[in-house]
Structure formats: C-alpha cells, structure tokens
C-alpha cells in the first residue's frame, strides 16, 4: 500500500518559492553583470525579498552563484542532448558532450569565475549533468562503441579532469589548444584507440540551441 505524502506546510512552500526566486534572479543578474560584479543587494531585489533573506539560503554570493551555476549545467546537459539526440553513433553523443562542456568551462564568464571552488565545480558537474553523460557513456559500450566497466567512475574523473584543465587554461598555465587534447586523453579512458579518440573529438558540432530555450525536466 502507497505511503500518504503529507501535504508542505505554507513555511516550507514559502522556504522553497524565496530559494527558486533567488536562483532565478541570481541567474538573471549575473548572466547580465558577471558573478564578481553582481551583488546580493540586487539580487535580492530581481527577487522581490529583504536583502537579509538572502543569507537565510545562502552563506555567501559563492554559495548562490553554485546553486545558478548547477542551472546552468543542467540547462546545457539538455541543449547537448537536442542535439546529440539527431547523432546515430553513441560513441560520438559523449564526444560532443565532453567537448562543449570544456568550451562552456573556459569561455563562459559565468563558469570561469568560479573554477577556483575545483571541488564544489567538480561535484556539481558529476551531479547535475551525471545522468546524461552516465547514460551516454552506457549506451556507447551497449552499441560496442566504448569499453567501460563503470560508467559513474569514468564520469567522475572525468568531471574532475574537465574542471583542472579549464582552470588551468583560464589562468594562462595551459594553452587554449589543450581542450582538444583533453577530449582525446578522457575519450581514450572509454577504452577506444587514439586514432579513434582524436577522429571522435574532431567531428563537426552543430550549433547547441540557445540558451533557456528548452524546458527542464
């Protein structure tokens, strides 16, 4: 017999609604002015609440610009996917991910000023656009594409390794055309051949549509 789920009281429903505004309006204004030059008194303010409600979800304007920022991820996770959806190889579905999400990484201002937080970046990635990749990285080794025992372990390090490069790009310690041999190094952790891995991270990329143009879901 199904359990009854006891209906939210109105503080959690009113907790729930000021933590979405807050994100929504987080995401607004610093997609506008940049996560340095927001500021939590604007913030609060897109969002319609006391500045000092702010902190009541948020220990700091870092801690807001993760919750936006894992939006974000999930918000690409699903532009990636309307495209790779149109892909007939598997293996090239995971290819295209990897590579626009280190492209997402060293160009968008939104994910470089926070590279810094590698852990809370890493974490996010593996958590938000986990099940896309998890899946994909499956349904490449069903098709006999990739060979890989533990789909959740490869996205994990891949995750970790996406993050390091893309900081280590943006602060001029690695060059802009390491990306590309990035694709290729965690391509080849999929148990393909170099040969194969570099054919893969070559590969025409359609355009992604833009952003917030897809529903969640």
Request: glycine residues 6%; positive net charge.
């Amino acid at each position: 017999m199904a359990r009854s789920t006891k209906p939210k009281g109105r503080v959690a429903v009113r907790q729930e609604r000021n933590r979405e505004a807050l994100v929504v309006a987080g995401y607004k204004v610093m997609s506008r002015k940049g996560i340095d030059a927001a500021t939590m008194q604007e913030i609060a303010e897109a969002a319609n609440v006391g500045a000092g409600t702010v902190y009541s979800y948020f220990k700091s304007k870092d801690d807001l610009a993760v919750a936006v920022l894992e939006r974000l991820m999930h918000d690409l996770a699903l532009r990636i996917e309307a495209v790779t959806d149109t892909f007939k190889d598997p293996a090239q579905v995971y290819a295209f991910g990897v590579r626009t999400v280190i492209e997402a990484a060293t160009t968008d201002l939104r994910w470089k000023q926070l590279l810094y937080r590698s852990e809370v970046m890493a974490d996010a990635m593996f958590r938000r656009m986990g099940p896309f990749a998890i899946r994909d990285l499956e349904n490449a080794t069903k098709a006999g594409r990739f060979k890989v025992a533990e789909a959740p372990l490869t996205w994990r390090m891949a995750s970790h390794a996406i993050v390091g490069v893309s900081l280590a790009v943006t602060q001029g310690q690695l060059p802009y055309e390491a990306q590309q041999e990035t694709v290729v190094r965690l391509l080849c952790m999929t148990g393909i051949g170099e040969a194969e891995a570099v054919d893969l991270a070559n590969r025409e990329r359609p355009p992604l549509p833009v952003e917030g143009s897809i529903p969640g879901r």
